[in-house]
Nanobody, 125 residues
Framework: QVHLVESGGGLVQAGGSLRLSCAAS????????MGWFRQAPGKEREFVAG????????SYADSVKGRYTISTNNAKNTVYLQMNSLIPEDTAVYYC??????????????????WGQGTQVAVSS
């Protein structure tokens, strides 16, 4: 069983930064694709960023490109999401997810097999 735990959310002013962490446990993740998603109130969960554990491949939603960076610390089995230049529209619950199929980075929630419990990010104007 794979277990994902997010942390690092909070309240920040527009223009500020936060770093989210996702600690993974339960098996070896070297072939998984890891993703970050977010869900704002009344909206569907949407893809934010994804990467392979090797770090060679990354993908970002257009809305966060240039502001967010996804990375890994393989020794700690942890995935990070560095969020800079935050805007109120970034307010959402952020989820970490793992896709065990390997291969390309995919953006549909249905393609991910494991999910964390989420961490709240709130950006004030």
């Amino acid at each position: 069983q794979v277990h994902l735990v997010e942390s690092g959310g909070g309240l920040v002013q527009a223009g500020g930064s936060l770093r989210l962490s996702c600690a993974a446990s339960g098996r070896t993740f070297s072939t998984y694709i890891m993703g970050w998603f977010r869900q704002a109130p009344g909206k569907e969960r949407e893809f934010v960023a994804g990467l392979s554990w090797s770090g060679r491949s990354t993908s970002y939603a257009d809305s966060v490109k240039g502001r967010y960076t996804i990375s890994t610390n393989n020794a700690k089995n942890t995935v990070y999401l560095q969020m800079n230049s935050l805007i109120p529209e970034d307010t959402a619950v952020y989820y970490c997810a793992a896709d065990r199929s390997a291969g390309i980075i995919r953006s549909r929630t249905s393609e991910y097999d494991y999910w964390g419990q989420g961490t709240q990010v709130a950006v004030s104007s």
